[in-house]
């Protein structure tokens, strides 16, 4: 699975939506930058993926 990148606003906790290019958040963050003068961020990024069971005899929470 692909990487994808948000930026999210240290001040205000604002984030933008997550995209598979980097700079498309950086550029999230200039822009909220922009218009709010917040000047702290955190750019992250993370990955989705299935979990798929492959044993299903295995039951964790079976009691
Ligand atoms: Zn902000």
Known sequence: MA???FGKCLTC???SADTADAE???VWCL???GLT???G???SAFQYF???MTD???EPHAT
Request: avoid cysteine.
């Open 3 to 5: 990487v994808r990148h």
């Open 13 to 15: 906790g604002e984030r």
């Open 24 to 26: 498309d958040a950086q």
């Open 31 to 33: 822009q909220h930058a």
């Open 37 to 39: 003068h917040h000047s």
């Open 41 to 43: 961020y955190e750019m």
């Open 50 to 52: 299935n979990a798929t």
């Open 56 to 58: 299903p005899g295995i």
